[in-house]
Structure formats: structure tokens, C-alpha cells
């Protein structure tokens, strides 16, 4: 009898004792078994050592050096020095999606901080801040855009976002596949203020858009506005056929864009990017342009079956007046340029392995140029957002590094051809890639080759611009993690033996004599955290 009383008081005790400690209800709650969605943080991480021989002339190009190699940012190519330098970056987004509105609203930032080890410490200033004791200001937005989602399938992005030239949501697409469908981001690549709607059905898309590039003063009618409408279907499981119209209205006359560079037909920035610059002057100008196209594409995502084709055609049509007389009250303006350009992409790829680095590419491009300038007052060449921004086109996807863009790129972005219209002269530009997966998902090598053409001669040249070989090998980690190391080699054609003047030529830098072929190696860590 007393073993029992005594079991049984120590059981009420025990129970006494369990209501005074939190309970699995109470801890559930405090802890959710699921993460909290409404906040999500993303972030693109890369850290790459550069060793090449192009660096910038000019002292005050430290930071960041975009544009033409050979162009209006000074950079040169040499025996004599070798560039070294480590350089880092970190692209955080961050995504808040309140549970409150479920799913119909959600708030995106991201931002950029990037900076060349040991390069500045306690000021302020994009693209600087691995100096020894750091302290740096260095914070530049990206995107700061707000998404709502009032009916199925349809988006409204306001804000600060992508403008990019793919019918593709660039919030919801992986990166490749922007660069490899619509205009692979050759005319419009970048960000920018506005406003876009898009409508996804089951095999088709639409998206308008209305971006402000540059408001200048606010009640004048003096700013640069630019307009979309693009669309897409799936004819059949594998085809898909789209077409675009975009149109420009700049009123500026050059004013206002990226720093003193300015922006628009007749800046500086021209020289800069690798553009045709249309030597107006000082005169106020007009300009209204319409990119009128069609892009297709063939198995896009690679799932289907081993074969895939891309491909567009893309005509710039408009006009540039300026004004007759600027020291009287005048309203006269005379056409100053009639303006007509296209350009066209083919792309192939054939894997031919179990993975998708098992896989062979050849890329052709092709772009008109313009050999009188505006000598019978029209420009035949091809005009693209790199015209107002820098960059404001990126084509990146072609597989080359130095002769075209590549995407590892931190501070430093000056490839031979920045811009497809090569200066107003025009291209022709086929590249070839092979790629295997040595360890599947493991170990992958890659190995290529680029050749363009310029379609119009430049004084005292020839059309070769170069030529170039290419390779790197990675190791991945895991998902989204990998240590990759590149290298290229770039054979400058006859396209540089240009001489316009006694002091040498726009194409080369202005020296009187072909360039030292450019090179470059890098080992790159990336990671992409979600």
C-alpha cells in the first residue's frame, strides 16, 4: 500500500512539474516547422584574381572601366605591363512577400558592392572599398521595384527593374536563358525606371512597358522615354516564334545620362560604348527611333530532345532633326539623318552528352554598318541602348571573352566589340564553343574560338578585327558553387592598321600602328546563395 501512494504522488509531481515547462504547442508556435516566407534573402557572390595586359591610360579610371577596348576609356593593351589585380562583388536581393495580400504583392531590392582588393578605404564611391581598413561607402541599387499580381497570369513590375529585350519575366528566368532567347540582351540589357505589365497564358506571353530613361528638367519636354511591346507563342511543343516593337523618343539633345559622358546620339558616351556617334555638335536635336523584329527559338530549355536553335532579325528605323538657329526664338528644325539599320542572329547548339555541358555551340551574328557617315544624310548602321547607357546592351552569351563581352566581369568590362553595331561600321560575328563534362556535374572543361568582321572598312584599314582563342576548366562544389579558371587569346586583324589623322585613329586608340593583341587569364569563384 505504501509503494503505491508513494508511485502515485510521484506521478502527480512529475505532472506538476511538466506544467511548469514550456509545452510542444508553445514551441511550436515560437518556432515554426516551416521558415517564415514572407522575408526571403538572395545573393550572387564572385571573387576572381585577373592577370592580362590591357589596363586604362587615364589616372581616374581606378574603380570601375567600362567600354571598348581601344575606345574613349583610355584602355590600352602591352608588352611592357601586366595587370594584376584581385576583385569582388556581392549582388544581394532582397524579397519581401507579406502573407497579408497572399501572394498578390511582393517588394524586390538588390543591390551591388564591388571593389578591387586594396584599392580605397574610409570615402565614398561606387565600385571602391578593399583598401586596408575598408570603411567605405559603397552601396549601388540595382532594382527597387514593387510586383503585383491583381489577376492570374498578369504582373505589373513599377519601379526601378530590368529592361531587358526577352518576353521572359527576368525575375523568374535563370540568367542563361535570357541571354539565349528574344534579342539575347544586344539592344536593351540593363536597368531602369518605368513601368512594365506582362501576361503568361499556358504557350504564349505578352509584356508592355513604359521606362523613363532620363527625366532631365521636369517641366520641359526635354527627356528621353522609351516604350515596349513584345509577344510570344509556342507553335508546337518545340517551336517558338515572338516579335517586338520598341520605340524611343529623345528629346535631351544629349543632356543628362552617365556622368559627364552624357548620353544619346551626339555624347561622349558614343566614343565610350563602341557606338556610332552622330557629330551633331553642340546643336539641339530631336531624335524619334522604332526597333521593329522577330525572334524564334527551338527547344529553348534544352529538355526536349538534343538540338537547339535561337535566332532573330531586328530593323532600327527613325530620324534625327536638329534646330536651325539657336540665337533666335525658333521652332525650325531640319532632318539632320534619316536612319536605317538591321541586325540578325543564329544560334545552334547540339548536346551531345548526359549533361548540359556535353554540348556544342556555333553563333552567328551579323550587323549592317554605315561606310559615308551622314555625308548623304542617312545612318544605315544599327543603334541600341548602349547609345544611352553604360553599359545599356549586353550581349555576353556569345562564348568569347575579349573580342565580345563576357559576363565574369566585377569592375572591368571592355571587350573589343562592346556594341554589336561595331562603331556604325557593322559586323559579321561567328563564334565556336565545345564544352564536356569530364566528371558529370563535377568537373567541366571548355574550349572555343570567335572570329568577326567589320562590314565597312575604317580609313586606312582593312575589315579583319580579330580573332580570338579561348578555354576555361571548372569544379563545382555543389549547386550553384564553382571555382573556374579562363583564359584568351585575342588576334587583332587589319581593322586596327586604321590611321584617320596625324594623330592616329579612333579604332586603335589613337596610335599610328596596330595594337599589341590583347590576353587575359582569371580564376573565378562563384556562388549563387538562395
Aim: proline share 4%.
Amino acid at each position: 500500500m505504501k509503494k503505491l501512494v508513494t508511485l502515485s504522488f510521484l506521478f502527480i509531481l512529475s505532472l506538476h512539474l511538466l506544467s511548469q515547462l514550456p509545452s510542444n504547442q508553445y514551441f511550436t508556435k515560437e518556432i515554426p516547422q516551416k521558415a517564415n516566407k514572407e522575408f526571403q534573402f538572395l545573393a550572387f557572390y564572385i571573387n576572381q584574381a585577373v592577370i592580362s595586359n590591357m589596363y586604362p591610360e587615364n589616372d581616374f579610371l581606378k574603380g570601375q572601366v567600362v567600354g571598348r577596348l581601344f575606345g574613349g576609356n583610355t584602355t590600352k593593351t602591352s608588352n611592357e605591363f601586366t595587370s594584376a589585380y584581385v576583385e569582388q562583388r556581392l549582388i544581394p536581393f532582397f524579397i519581401y512577400q507579406p502573407s497579408l495580400f497572399n501572394g498578390k504583392a511582393v517588394l524586390r531590392a538588390s543591390f551591388e558592392l564591388d571593389w578591387t582588393w586594396g584599392d580605397a578605404a574610409y570615402g565614398a564611391g561606387g565600385n571602391f572599398g578593399g583598401g586596408f581598413s575598408a570603411d567605405q561607402v559603397n552601396l549601388q541599387t540595382q532594382n527597387l521595384e514593387l510586383e503585383l499580381n491583381p489577376f492570374k497570369g498578369v504582373f505589373i513590375n513599377i519601379g526601378l527593374q530590368r529592361i531587358f529585350d526577352t518576353p521572359y519575366n527576368p525575375y523568374k528566368t535563370m540568367f542563361d536563358k535570357m541571354t539565349t532567347t528574344g534579342y539575347r540582351l544586344a539592344y536593351f540589357g540593363t536597368d531602369g525606371v518605368g513601368i512594365s505589365v506582362r501576361k503568361d497564358w499556358d504557350f504564349s506571353r505578352m509584356k508592355a512597358g513604359y521606362y523613363k530613361l532620363y527625366e532631365n528638367y521636369v517641366h520641359l519636354n526635354d527627356d528621353v522615354t522609351l516604350m515596349e511591346l513584345t509577344g510570344e507563342k509556342d507553335i508546337t511543343r518545340t517551336w517558338k516564334l515572338g516579335a517586338s516593337a520598341y520605340y524611343l523618343r529623345d528629346r535631351a539633345s544629349g543632356a543628362g545620362g552617365v556622368s559627364i559622358l552624357s548620353q544619346g546620339l551626339n555624347s561622349l558616351l558614343a566614343t565610350h560604348n563602341g557606338v556610332y556617334k552622330f557629330n551633331f555638335g553642340n546643336v539641339p536635336y530631336k531624335a524619334d527611333i522604332l526597333w521593329l523584329g522577330t525572334f524564334f527559338g527551338r527547344n529553348t530549355e534544352q529538355w526536349i530532345d538534343p538540338l537547339t536553335i535561337t535566332g532573330f532579325v531586328n530593323f532600327n528605323i527613325g530620324s534625327a532633326d536638329t534646330l536651325e538657329n539657336q540665337e533666335v526664338s525658333s521652332d525650325k528644325w531640319t532632318r539632320a539623318a534619316d536612319i536605317f539599320g538591321f541586325a540578325a542572329n543564329i544560334r545552334a547548339s547540339y548536346r551531345y552528352g548526359q549533361t548540359l555541358n556535353d554540348v556544342v555551340t556555333l553563333d552567328a551574328i551579323y550587323s549592317s554598318g554605315d561606310a559615308d557617315g551622314l555625308k548623304d544624310g542617312k545612318y544605315s548602321g544599327v543603334i541600341t541602348g548602349n547609345q544611352w547607357g553604360a553599359p545599356g546592351a549586353i550581349f555576353v552569351s556569345s562564348g568569347s571573352y575579349i573580342l565580345m563581352p563576357h559576363g565574369n566581369v566585377v569592375n572591368r568590362y571592355t571587350p573589343a566589340i562592346l556594341d554589336i553595331s561595331n562603331m556604325g561600321y557593322g559586323m559579321t560575328g561567328i563564334t565556336l564553343n565545345a564544352s564536356k563534362g569530364i566528371i558529370p556535374n563535377r568537373l567541366n572543361a571548355k574550349i572555343g574560338g570567335a572570329m568577326a568582321l567589320s562590314n565597312v572598312q575604317p580609313l586606312g584599314g582593312g575589315n579583319m578585327i580579330g580573332t580570338e582563342f579561348n578555354g576555361n576548366i571548372a569544379y563545382n562544389f555543389g549547386p550553384f558553387v564553382s571555382l573556374e579558371l579562363h583564359g584568351a587569346y585575342l588576334i587583332l586583324g587589319d581593322f586596327y592598321d586604321s590611321k584617320q589623322n596625324s594623330y592616329g585613329s579612333p579604332v586603335n586608340g589613337g596610335l599610328d600602328e596596330r595594337p599589341v593583341n590583347p590576353w587575359t587569364t582569371f580564376l573565378v569563384f562563384k556562388w549563387l546563395m538562395f
